[in-house]
């Protein structure tokens, strides 16, 4: 239930193309959902993050789709670049026992490659 | 304004050695999480830490400990290392104890040797 599912693994597409990464997850309280890219030798930078109540945020080029009904939501690249070749997670937030704090649950992330 | 800074950011140790990693959030942060990242996988949580309390930890054994200052630095402790704990060790920061606008530190990479 605290799982959330990530896919492709890994992703190749031309300059110009509009990779798309899929992730779907169980627990309905679940209430707010980042994407995050990182870099080899880098942490995690946050892109772009969306609430349930919302079924699409775009941010520049980057897009998320959301839907509560079917537990799942993606992240678009549009007009993909060489510059976004990195690994891509998507996560979501939980509340800790009690709900004395909080945390992330990542999936397993995708890498994508932008060829020139 | 300065991110979120993680010292070291390479570490190496034998098997059954004690470790400490150390992190300083973005000023005015209160909260600071702590993520184990092993290669090739996303982030697992370990602890939150706000206003020096903890708030939650994650699946991980007592050899992991950490704590928080009076200035909201953090440090990770692990104890009696074992050679699965190799991974990127990730500091995050945020204002409040939600999770909203995390900004992680790039790493402490710890290999057990």
């Known amino acids: 239930q605290q799982q959330v599912k990530q896919s492709p693994q890994s992703l190749i597409v031309q300059k110009g193309g509009i990779p798309i990464i899929n992730c779907a997850y169980e627990?309905?309280?679940?209430?707010?959902f980042p994407w995050y890219q990182q870099f080899p030798g880098k942490g995690p930078a946050l892109l772009i993050a969306?609430?349930?109540?919302?079924s699409e945020k775009k941010e520049g080029r980057f897009t998320i789709s959301f839907n509560k009904s079917a537990k799942q939501f993606s992240l678009h690249i549009m007009d993909s670049q060489p510059g976004d070749s990195a690994t891509y997670f998507c996560?979501?937030?939980?509340?800790?026992?009690?709900?004395?704090?909080?945390?992330?649950?990542f999936g397993k992330g995708t890498t994508l490659s932008v060829s020139s | 304004d300065a991110g979120v800074t993680q010292s070291p950011t390479h570490l190496i140790k034998t098997r059954g050695q004690q470790v400490t990693l150390r992190c300083s959030p973005i000023?005015?942060?209160?909260?600071v999480s702590w993520y184990q990242q092993v290669l090739g996988q996303g982030p697992q949580f370990i602890f939150q830490?706000?206003?020096?309390?903890?708030?939650g930890r994650g699946n991980f054994p007592d050899r992991f400990s950490a704590r928080q200052f009076p200035n909201y630095s953090s440090e990770l402790n692990v104890n009696a290392l074992l050679l699965g704990d190799s991974a990127l060790y990730l500091c995050?920061?945020?204002?409040?104890?939600?999770?909203?606008?995390?900004?992680f530190g790039s790493g402490t990479r710890l290999t057990v040797v």
């Open positions: 995050a920061s945020s204002t409040d104890r939600a999770n909203y606008g995390y900004t």
């Open positions: 627990n309905t309280a679940f209430d707010y």
């Open positions: 969306i609430r349930p109540d919302v």
């Open positions: 996560a979501a937030s939980t509340y800790l026992a009690n709900q004395a704090g909080t945390a992330l649950i």
């Open positions: 000023s005015g942060h209160k909260s």
């Open positions: 830490y706000y206003e020096k309390e903890e708030r």
